[in-house]
């Protein structure tokens, strides 16, 4: 066919060019074989060389073959074509522009070369797009191998890289669309498959996932200018606008590309309107089809939220159309569509001046924004929480919305969601830091600054409504005002007096002149002229001699005397009344006022100015004050996040505290006080946030030189310990140890700490001891701080000052025991641990102070004596001998106090007195001497004389032949079994005991004597001290600590002190551990404390039974109910304790789920239990415990069981109620069907029934079809009983109750055993338990007693029963103990 004959018309799919469709359409003749395809190409590129472009035309088919055969032939054949059609597409383009500027160009010649143009662009895309999908396929094949690796196998398979080959090809394509094609179409109407032609690649090659990448950037450029032409030339508009809707909805990496096209041809290109179509047909989309579409919904999202960052003021304009989204279900369209806002208030809506439409639109946005802070949806809260925050950190955010956006983030400090919480941290941390009031936010120093002021402005407001007010009664004004009617009336009386006669005004005879004088003022302020003249007129014949009318000059006019008279009158007698004429006087008055209201006018307007300015200034200090009051209870809300499970919350909640303490809010201390425990986490990033928060705020202070730094971050850490507890010192302590090792404190601290503690510079004894202690923290790092002047330090607060300073002394011992090594000595350190000599100068001046400071009363001597016994023995060589002396020497003072008070001759019979507080002293140390011995021999003795062992051993070793080391190899059996080691450990722990109750022993009998005669030692500081002790002395020996057991539990139980109460409860849980078999029968009496009625006392009892059962030191059972109780406590600290113990006993096993069934008996037991409210809110903590499916199933099971067994129709509802707590599936349900006949006759009661019908609705929301049908029958079978129980309730129990009557009858005399905790009432029931035997004694009892009883029970009720009475009887009392293995590696020691 001749190729002036035909015409190419451009196919859908390539088979459709081997197919005639059309007279005078273009065929493919023949599609050659592969290995006739070089040839061919050589022949049309010799054809490109003699005729150019057009050979095209006559050589299609072998491109054609070519590109059918793409996937078979020769790698460098494609990548020759490729440079071939680029070469002619080149060419072509060239050669165009004559062809179409030549007028007389033949229809031929315009036919042949738009065949030829379809047919080179044809080419040269398909052959575009088939390099594209074989190099995609090829990627996804070598998705193992590394990147190198790919793009190497790309170029040694190709020779050459496409990835570099596209942008030409798109770059040649966009120099042909830019040329004035469209003439060679006829009528210029370009056809809109050519055009399709065209963009079609270029949305292929956007599907490609890799072309997001940086390195595709080129590519993306030139797609998107190729577009872009399509556009702005070829009114592409529509077919783009869909395009790009389906690609959003598709492929999720485009949305960012499609972003960067879009606005730019929005901006660069001017088509804005692609913008409007794109979001109108956003806009369109159903929102309940995207909520089944969320990938379509996040390509949407992601392009309006990109999309209104670059081009916002364009985006604004079709807003509107996407406000359907935000009542959508998709949270992902209604966080776009609140972003687009946010950013048009942010670059669009964000000045002073803008106009009221702008205004009342930004105001819209934000409006819509703040109502969504409440979003059903938690990710939505917390977008548009970090929206507000870029708005409020680019100061885009008007002042007026202040106090509403603060409240809607403190406000959301409460929400549920973890992330919305810390973005609601950030927010508020946003807003201190830009806000507009001031530096320091201290809501205290700004309430008196607002008062004043405000004051001020009330002031100023009185004084101008006063101003107002007599400018608005102002005599003068008015009678200026009057006086133009006024002088009409009265010339027309005069004129005509025969007028006035008709209303004559009477003076009574008993009136006087003023009173006369008031009523004409009167008439006149009415306006009641003609009254008043006449009036007048009748005065003046009246009262001749009185004033006003007495003084009427005889030379004026009638008229004028008329009006002087009057204005006297009406203006007061302090008017003028000088006015000569009528006229004179109008003139003169006119005159007066215009110069008065020119010399007032500016003033007025000063006065003006000046009540606005005072009005601002108290707008602005309220809104500072309301402001400061917003953050505070922000403040307590976020302390209580700080022990969050979450890292990220704990880490904003730190950083918040930062930024409030640098602002000076009062409150602030708080919190970064209570950040301090977190130092010892286990995460390291809130411990790392905890340093670098006090970083911030005490390593950086402000200071013009390196000791100014020095004193002011001194100071603020002083500020940190004034009233501090044990608990923050330590926590500090471990920060400053940090700082030390890390040699981030300046030599500058160290050196302005030791000259205030020497007094080299003045300052206060309580500066002086606190730098003492801060010394004492920083030796923990670096000993040789204090070590290097350890005789300074023992000079500053240990020298022979009368009175002595305890609280220096004290810290002077904590800094001295901070150089040596607390911890046990490990059996790998070769060096012996470091001590001072007995003779050193610190344990004589120790010695003495003790000694002389036991005979005076002060109470700082307690802790001091305290501190420097822990000293001496961590620090001195044969520590026991030293504080033998000690003792020794405050006996003997107490001996000599006591034959002072000894009495005269005459009287012998009486008993000399000591005084209380030597008793206490000397009592208290005893105690504190007894457990430090006891550590001392325990660690420090025990650990050296180990070390010593070892290292003998090790010499003895080296001294063997080899023949001796081979033939003791049973011996090195039995050492490296530990045999020996513990043989050898044993006699060492005789030993240290042996020495240790030798030293202490005679203190016990005076010891005993005041803890056995409360009554006889009633004062409560010495019984505390007293029962510590004992408590003390118990620890050293297993036998003194048995002997006195009953003592100690009888003190505890009985004591009136709560405070006794609360130190015998710590020493019993000591004991506890160190002697776990001899307390164990006691454990009962450990619980009952957790009722005890002082708050003081729970909270110990809370905290010991904690750590006891966390370390399986006691046995946990049925009495762990009484942790429970402490759930609903009234006090929240011993409510979170508790809450606490079950969050960490829910982590060992299956703990909670074994003990639930004894905690609901014994709470919902009718004697002992808890009301009906707070057993619900103890069970609804404890049952969010049980999340594993086989629990719950073998808890429905057991609790439907224990319907049978229930006495009381509040136990029914209790067991009701827990069965709705719990998690249940559709196993569960089959339990309860399986069971339903235990609890069926309990439905007829409304609360019952309620709560199994709570069951079926928890069961209706997620369950599967197959499942509805036993979830009805089970409601069925419900509404059956409960309906059928309400209307022959007693036919129904004659039924089913009798079975029921028998086992509740039988089960009543168990009752009596089952009595209060703390019931306890007479020394008999305080008997020394003996060791259980392991036999039963009366097995024939036993046994029949259990058949009366015939009833359902679990294995933790029966063990329970034992052990329920804490105050047990002889023939009750255990005759054997069953020994508790301890969880620690140490052995015990016996």
Not at 60 to 79: A, M, N, Q, V
Not at 818 to 828: A, M, V
Not at 1258 to 1275: C, N, S, Y
């Amino acid at each position: 066919m001749s190729p002036q004959l035909y015409e190419f018309h451009l196919p859908l799919s390539p088979e459709e060019l081997l197919k005639s469709g059309g007279v005078n359409q273009y065929v493919v003749q023949e599609v050659l074989s592969i290995r006739h395809l070089p040839s061919h190409l050589k022949a049309f590129q010799a054809a490109f060389r003699a005729q150019g472009p057009l050979a095209m035309l006559e050589h299609f088919d072998t491109i054609y073959s070519i590109l059918h055969h793409f996937r078979s032939i020769d790698p460098g054949l494609k990548e020759d074509t490729l440079e071939f059609l680029i070469k002619v597409v080149s060419r072509h383009s060239q050669e165009l522009p004559t062809i179409l500027d030549d007028a007389a160009l033949s229809v031929s010649d315009r036919s042949a070369h738009l065949n030829a143009l379809k047919m080179n662009c044809y080419a040269l895309i398909r052959l575009l797009e088939s390099f594209e999908t074989m190099t995609s396929q090829t990627s996804l094949m070598d998705l193992d191998l590394s990147g190198k690796g790919r793009k190497a196998r790309a170029k040694s398979a190709h020779g050459f890289d496409w990835e570099e080959e596209r942008q030409p090809i798109l770059q040649l394509l966009t120099q042909l669309l830019q040329l004035d094609i469209r003439h060679l179409w006829n009528h210029s109407i370009i056809e809109e498959e050519f055009i399709s032609l065209v963009t079609g690649c270029c949305y292929r090659l956007l599907e490609n996932p890799t072309i997001s990448h940086q390195k595709n950037r080129p590519t993306r450029e030139a797609i998107t200018c190729l577009l872009g032409v399509a556009l702005t030339r070829y009114n592409h508009m529509l077919s783009a606008t869909v395009k790009i809707i389906q690609m959003l909805q598709h492929f999720e990496h485009l949305a960012s590309v499609l972003v960067a096209a879009v606005s730019l041809w929005a901006t660069d290109y001017g088509m804005k309107s692609i913008v409007g179509e794109i979001v109108r047909e956003i806009g369109q989309k159903c929102p309940q089809e995207l909520s089944r579409d969320p990938s379509g919904a996040k390509g949407f999202a992601t392009f309006l939220t990109e999309l209104a960052e670059r081009v916002p003021a364009i985006l604004m304009s079709s807003i509107c159309i996407l406000l359907d989204h935000l009542d959508g279900e998709n949270y992902m369209m209604r966080n776009a569509v609140l972003a687009a806002m946010a950013e048009m208030v942010l670059q669009v809506l964000n000045g002073d001046q803008l106009e009221a439409a702008a205004r009342d639109t930004r105001d819209q946005f934000l409006d819509t924004l703040q109502a969504h802070g409440h979003d059903v949806n938690s990710f939505v809260r917390s977008r548009v929480l970090q929206l507000f925050t870029r708005i409020v950190q680019q100061k885009a955010l008007p002042l007026t919305r202040f106090q509403a956006v603060v409240a809607l983030a403190v406000g959301r400090l409460a929400d549920k969601s973890v992330l919305v919480c810390k973005n609601a941290i950030q927010l508020l941390a946003s807003f201190l830091a830009n806000n507009p009031f001031s530096c320091k936010l201290s809501d205290t120093d700004l309430a008196g600054p607002l008062q004043k002021e405000t004051q001020k402005l009330q002031e100023m407001r009185a004084q101008r409504r006063a101003a107002a007010a007599s400018t608005v009664l102002d005599p003068e004004d008015e009678w200026e005002a009057m006086l133009p009617e006024l002088k009409a009336t009265l010339q027309q009386l005069l004129k005509l007096p025969q007028e006035g006669e008709g209303m004559p005004e009477e003076i009574a005879e008993t009136e006087t002149a003023k009173e006369v004088e008031s009523r004409i003022r009167q008439l006149l302020a009415k306006a009641s002229y003609r009254q008043a003249i006449i009036l007048a007129r009748e005065a003046i014949g009246h009262f001749q001699e009185s004033q006003p009318f007495c003084h009427m000059d005889p030379e004026d006019s009638e008229e004028t005397r008329f009006l002087t008279l009057l204005g006297t009158i009406f203006k007061g007698p302090e008017a003028p009344t000088q006015e000569k004429t009528p006229q004179g006087a109008v003139g003169n008055l006119g005159s007066g006022e215009t110069g008065c209201e020119d010399q007032s006018a500016p003033e007025k307007h000063r006065e003006d100015d000046e009540l606005v300015k005072q009005e601002m200034l108290v707008q602005y200090l309220q809104d500072a004050y309301s402001f400061s009051q917003k953050i505070t209870e922000a403040i307590g809300i976020i302390s209580k996040m700080m022990y969050e499970h979450t890292t990220t919350v704990v880490q904003e909640v730190i950083e918040f505290f930062v930024m409030v303490f640098q602002f000076g809010v009062p409150q602030a201390l708080f919190g970064v006080r209570r950040m301090l425990p977190l130092i010892w986490s286990k995460e390291p990033g809130v411990r790392e946030a905890v340093l670098n928060a006090y970083r911030q705020l005490y390593l950086k202070p402000k200071g013009d030189s390196a000791r100014a730094k020095a004193q002011t971050l001194i100071h603020n850490l002083s500020l940190l310990l004034v009233d501090a507890s044990v608990g923050t010192i330590q926590c500090l302590e471990e920060i400053l140890c940090e700082f030390v090792q890390k040699d981030e404190l300046k030599p500058a601290v160290t050196q302005v700490l030791w000259e205030r503690a020497t007094e080299k510079v003045p300052c206060s004894p309580l500066e002086r001891c606190s730098s003492v202690m801060l010394l004492g923290m920083m030796a923990r790092g670096k000993p040789e701080i204090v070590g290097s002047n350890l005789d300074t330090l023992v000079s500053i607060g240990l020298d022979e000052k009368f009175p002595p300073d305890y609280r220096l002394a004290q810290q002077v011992c904590h800094a001295i025991t901070n150089i040596s090594d607390r911890r046990k000595p490990s059996l790998g350190k070769r060096h012996p641990p470091f001590r001072l000599p007995q003779e050193h100068c610190l344990f004589e001046r120790l010695r003495e102070m003790v000694t002389k400071g036991i005979v005076h009363p002060d109470p700082l001597w307690i802790p001091f004596k305290e501190a420097a016994v822990t000293l001496i023995y961590q620090l001195a060589e044969g520590p026991e001998a030293i504080c033998a002396q000690m003792l020794q020497g405050c006996a003997k003072q107490a001996l000599e106090k006591l034959e002072e008070k000894s009495p005269p001759q005459e009287a012998p019979k009486d008993t000399p007195m000591l005084p209380t507080f030597l008793l206490m002293n000397l009592l208290s140390l005893a105690g504190d001497v007894a457990l430090q011995q006891l550590v001392h021999l325990e660690q420090a003795v025990s650990g050296e004389l180990c070390r010593r062992r070892v290292l003998q051993e090790e010499q003895e070793h080296k001294a063997k032949d080899p023949k001796e080391k081979d033939a003791s190899s049973e011996a090195t059996m039995e050492e490296e079994m530990g045999l020996v080691g513990a043989t050898a450990d044993d006699t060492e722990a005789e030993l240290i005991r042996g020495i240790c109750k030798q030293t202490l022993a005679a203190f016990v009998p005076l010891l005993l004597k005041v803890c056995n005669n409360p009554g006889l030692y009633s004062n409560p500081e010495l019984c505390a001290a007293a029962s510590l002790a004992l408590g003390k002395f118990c620890m050293i020996s297993a036998t003194f600590c048995d002997s006195q057991l009953r003592l100690l539990f009888t003190m505890l139980e009985k004591s009136s002190l709560p405070i006794v109460r609360s130190n015998l409860m710590i020493a019993t849980g000591d004991l506890a551990i160190r002697f776990p078999n001899l307390v164990d029968p006691w454990t009962p009496h450990l619980y009952a404390r957790l009722r005890d009625p002082a708050q003081q006392v729970r909270k110990t009892a809370g905290l010991v039974m904690t750590h006891l059962i966390l370390k399986d030191m006691v046995k946990v059972k049925g009495q762990v109910s009484e942790m429970a109780v402490l759930l609903i406590d009234p006090a929240p600290q011993i409510a979170a304790l508790a809450k606490n113990f079950f969050n960490e006993l829910s982590h060992k096993g299956n703990a909670i789920y074994n003990l639930l069934p004894d905690i609901i008996s014994r709470l919902s037991a009718p004697e002992g239990g808890v009301e009906e409210e707070p057993f619900h809110t103890i069970m609804k903590q404890l049952l969010s415990y049980i999340t594993k499916d086989k629990q719950t199933e073998s808890l429905v099971e057991k609790l439907c069981q224990r319907f049978r067994t229930a006495r009381t129709e509040r136990q029914y509802r209790d067991l009701a109620y827990c069965v709705s707590q719990l998690p249940l599936t559709e196993r569960g349900l089959r339990k309860m069907l399986d069971n339903f006949d235990c609890f069926g006759d309990k439905l007829s009661d409304e609360s019952i029934f309620s709560a199994f019908l709570s069951v079926v609705g928890k069961l209706r929301r997620g369950a599967k079809p197959e499942g509805k049908a036993v979830i009805d029958e089970f409601e069925q079978k419900l509404r059956a009983c409960h309906t059928r129980g309400l209307d022959a309730i007693e036919e129904f129990e004659m039924g089913q109750g009798g079975s029921q009557r028998a086992p509740s009858a039988k089960k009543l005399p168990a009752v009596s055993r089952h009595r209060h905790l703390a019931s306890a009432a007479s020394d008999d029931d305080f008997v020394t338990p003996e060791p259980r035997r392991t036999t039963r004694r009366h097995p024939n009892t036993q046994q029949q007693v259990s058949k009366k009883k015939l009833r359902i029970v679990f294995s933790s009720d029966e063990s329970s029963e034992e052990e329920l009475s804490a105050e047990m009887m002889e023939d009750e009392t255990p005759k054997k103990t069953t020994p508790i293995r301890r969880a620690s590696a140490h052995r015990q020691r016996s």
